[in-house]
């Protein structure tokens, strides 16, 4: 059953949308929609004289007001204007947004636009910068002035600010570098607090009132400027990371000695030469008649060398028959010598460290002048010597710079031209500069720095020693075969700051069971372990509270040796009485004493006071009578 006046409603609703749209087509080529070739696009065409040039946004008809300006409940404005003075959208955006809007003759031109949905402030950047302006607000007014009187207005207004910055990675003259390109023309900065290269102090750098605090940069500019080169610096000065290089130097030496040789001498008529001393060097105790005295036209003695007996031998015969004599010499040794050191050195990111395992062998340079000669001492570095520097990289890769050498020296007299004795060091060296990549944590193996050498030497008799098998005993021979190879091994480790502290708690632990290691080897009635082993007693005592036990083991450990400044806070604590030390000065006892007994009548005999009382004091007595009223304490015998 169909409800009365349905349908007629309906058709009345759809009739008065229609005739809506209707009305809005005809209206549409007023506002210069396109409507084909007859309606022209130019502005200056569709506007007749004294017609209004404020249109409303295209397909919201009636939603902006008379003027082309609406304003709505968010406080956003919505402006389409075209062709309008710039002066007229000004007095209709204050209007609209109702503010006060203030500008001068100069602000001239006109505005086309369209904005929807934007604040006051952007609509009045939009329409003014295009046109060569800017706003300034102050309290309820918003002034218009053009670009460069606003910039001049802002450099008259602003003033110059000063700001400490403290740093605590950066180095003051690197921090004012960083800062000089973004100060402005009237910007300038002060570093503060930088450290000289080097550690050995001198006299020369002693009472210097130098800066003594955390670096600064002192910056005088614009605040803005300075906030840019706060930012900056802020994210430089930051920790640096630390690689912790852990090396093992292995240094291994192979010396191998041979030498196999035989002496003979003999002597003829040896009853004119009864006094000599030296049987193996007969002819040489013939050239010296201080040594040997023989009857030297009835002697004839010879000898041969060649062996060198004298010399380290491990084996060594000697014979002695009537006028001959014969030495054997022979020898095998072998020195096998290695040393591993093991040293760990923490290195900050891009600084150098070193090692030095060796010896420092000094040597004398002279400097001559004109008037003066002045001699000095110099140092060269020898034995095992590494010096790295590491490169971290954001992936923890690790690069190092590394220059292990290793070096031996020797220092040779020397005359100078004026006759000066000077010394010249020598150094036999061998070294490697290399730069490579490791990953963080992975070892790094250098070794090849290996030499050999090799000394063959052969001694012999003229012509005997050439004949076959026997000549054997006319012959020496020494050899000498020495090698020396280094290794490095060396891990470079980022590490963190919490993982340092570890390590650190870790090497006290090491230190102490080291410590207790050493001590264990001694003998059990050494003051060292009978006072260890009394300290250790009297500590558990305290702890479990058995307080008269823990005296008594003080006591016993001070009695063996009286230097234990701990024992002693643990014997005051038990007693409460604290020891106290006596001055054996007298002069200082008696000064202290007068100074606390304060001027006696008759000291000052021309004041009235002193001199009316001088009758009625009483003597001061001896100097035994004064000494006994000192208090026994601190300054007393």
């Not at 430089?236 to 040789?261: C, H, M, R, W, Y």
């Not at 040796?561 to 008696?590: K, M, V, Y």
């Amino acid at each position: 059953m169909e409800r009365p006046g349905h349908v007629g409603g309906l058709e009345s609703s759809m009739t008065t949308r229609s005739i809506a749209m209707l009305i809005l087509a005809l209206a549409l080529p007023a506002y210069g929609q396109d409507v084909g070739e007859d309606t022209p696009n130019d502005p200056d065409t569709q506007l007749g004289a004294g017609e209004a040039a404020v249109l409303a946004p295209v397909g919201d008809a009636g939603s902006l007001g008379d003027d082309g300006v609406d304003v709505n409940r968010f406080g956003t404005v919505d402006l389409n204007v075209r062709a309008v003075d710039i002066g007229e959208v000004l007095r209709m955006l204050g209007d609209g947004a109702g503010r006060n809007i203030v500008f001068g003759s100069e602000v001239a031109g006109t505005v086309t636009t369209s904005l929807r949905d934007v604040t006051l402030d952007e609509a009045l950047t939009a329409i003014l910068k295009v046109n060569g302006y800017g706003h300034v607000s102050e309290g309820n007014f918003i002034y218009v002035y053009p670009l460069e009187t606003i910039a001049q207005m802002e450099q008259a207004s602003r003033q110059r600010v000063e700001r400490i910055i403290p740093l605590y990675y950066l180095q003051g003259a690197e921090a004012a570098r960083i800062a000089e390109p973004m100060l402005s023309g009237v910007g300038q900065v002060i570093s503060l607090g930088d450290v000289e290269e080097g550690y050995d102090p001198d006299t020369q750098s002693g009472g210097v009132d130098s800066y003594a605090f955390a670096a600064k940069l002192v910056v005088f500019d614009y605040s803005e400027n300075i906030d840019r080169i706060e930012g900056v610096i802020r994210e430089l000065d930051v920790s640096p990371k630390q690689v912790l290089v852990e090396g093992t130097i292995l240094s291994a030496a192979v010396s191998e000695d041979n030498a196999f040789g035989i002496d003979m001498s003999f002597i003829v008529n040896p009853m004119d030469a009864i006094d000599y001393v030296n049987p193996i060097n007969l002819v040489d105790d013939i050239l010296n008649p201080g040594v040997f005295n023989p009857n030297q036209t009835h002697t004839t003695a010879g000898q041969s060398t060649v062996g060198q007996v004298g010399e380290a031998a491990g084996f060594k015969i000697g014979l002695l028959q009537d006028n001959f004599h014969f030495f054997l010499r022979a020898l095998d040794e072998v020195t096998d010598t290695t040393v591993i050191a093991r040293p760990k050195v923490l290195c900050l990111n891009r600084q150098k460290a070193e090692i030095l395992v060796g010896e420092r062998v000094g040597y004398l340079t002279t400097t001559q002048t004109d008037t003066a000669t002045t001699q000095t001492v110099e140092f060269l570095d020898t034995g095992t010597h590494l010096v790295f520097r590491p490169y971290i990289s954001p992936n923890d890769m690790i690069r190092m710079e590394l220059y292990p050498r290793l070096s031996s020296a020797t220092v040779t007299p020397v005359t100078t031209p004026t006759g000066q004795p000077i010394t010249i060091p020598n150094e036999n060296t061998t070294e490697v500069f290399t730069n490579v990549r490791v990953r963080d944590g992975e070892t790094i193996v250098l070794g090849g720095l290996f030499q050999e050498s090799t000394a063959i030497t052969r001694r012999n008799v003229p012509l005997l020693g050439d004949i076959p098998l026997a000549g054997n005993a006319f012959k020496g021979q020494d050899d000498q075969v020495g090698r020396e190879e280094v290794i490095f091994l060396l891990t470079p480790t980022i590490v963190k700051d919490d993982r340092l502290a570890e390590m650190g708690d870790d090497s006290l632990e090491i230190m102490d069971s080291v410590r207790v290691g050493a001590r264990s080897g001694l003998l059990p009635w050494s003051r060292e372990q009978v006072t260890a082993n009394f300290n250790r007693d009297a500590l558990k005592a305290f702890r479990e509270g058995e307080l008269d036990l823990a005296m008594y083991y003080a006591d016993s450990s001070l009695r063996h040796n009286a230097q234990q400044p701990e024992l002693r806070q643990l014997r005051e604590s038990l007693t409460g009485e604290a020891d106290r030390t006596w001055e054996r000065h007298l002069g200082r006892r008696i000064m202290e004493r007068e100074m606390l007994r304060g001027p006696a009548p008759g000291d000052f005999p021309d004041t009235p006071e002193d001199a009316s009382s001088d009758a009625a004091s009483p003597s001061p007595g001896t100097m035994r009578d004064r000494l006994s009223t000192v208090p026994f304490g601190s300054s007393g015998f």
